[in-house]
């Protein structure tokens, strides 16, 4: 699942007629560098939640099949958070683990090693597993702590979480449908239950979350110093 719903506040004026996820870093949208890196590890059915502006994110990607996977769109009337937004996309989920990710996230991260995490999810626990990176500067203080392989909310030096996951739909199971929640609510419920499992990822990763960081990544995209974003 691709996270695309968001209104992309600190992204604006650029976000008032264009969503955030359409925005380019070269020449290429910031979601189809995602789906190109998704179908590279193999993951051919994606669904993408929309709200702001979705219907230019799909009229933009359609079916998926230009970009070698199969698209389904969740379209909620006003954006329902994360785990709001997986909550309500559950029916075309299905019950095994998926990932998400949002449509922001700028990575060379190779998410073949987080379809194996995702294999190891049950409802049992692990329910969750979270890709962690060091702290950007506009974040120093982090989100989480890891510990022998398990993310801990109060505990330990803490770590950015990327905004890459893997998770069970179990995680979801309490959010009734269509209604907004939280996605660090619930993790860290499940933290404290110990189960939520997570790596450090020492890569190249980005939060594209501002105007100005688009440019810088646009700029270099251009020069050729991004290797196709992904």
């Given at each position: 699942m691709i996270l695309a719903a968001g209104r992309g506040e600190r992204m604006r004026p650029?976000?008032?007629?264009?969503?955030?996820a359409l925005l380019q870093i070269g020449d290429r949208p910031l979601i189809a560098l995602i789906i190109r890196a998704l179908a590279h590890a193999g993951i051919r059915d994606v669904v993408i939640n929309l709200a702001h502006l979705g219907e230019r994110i799909e009229a933009t990607l359609g079916d998926g099949v230009a970009l070698g996977v199969r698209i389904s769109y969740s379209r909620e009337t006003v954006a329902l958070e994360t785990a709001g937004g997986i909550a309500f996309a559950l029916p075309l989920l299905g019950q095994e683990p998926f990932i998400a990710v949002n449509a922001d996230v700028y990575s060379d991260y190779d998410f073949s090693a987080l379809v194996a995490a995702a294999c190891r999810l049950t409802p049992a626990g692990p329910l969750a597993h979270l890709v962690l990176v060091e702290n950007p500067p506009q974040h120093p203080r982090g989100d989480f702590g890891l510990a022998d392989g398990m993310i801990l909310a109060d505990a330990g030096t803490r770590h950015t979480f990327s905004g890459i996951g893997a998770y069970h739909p179990a995680l979801f199971?309490?959010?009734p449908r269509g209604s907004r929640a939280r996605l660090a609510d619930i993790l860290?419920?499940?933290?404290r239950r110990r189960q939520v499992t997570g790596e450090l990822y020492a890569g190249r990763w980005h939060d594209v979350g501002t105007p100005e960081r688009?440019?810088?990544?646009?700029?270099?995209?251009?020069?050729?110093?991004?290797?196709d974003g992904q």
């Open positions: 650029l976000t008032d007629h264009t969503p955030k199971a309490d959010i860290i419920a499940a933290m688009l440019a810088a990544l646009d700029s270099e995209a251009r020069a050729g110093g991004c290797s």
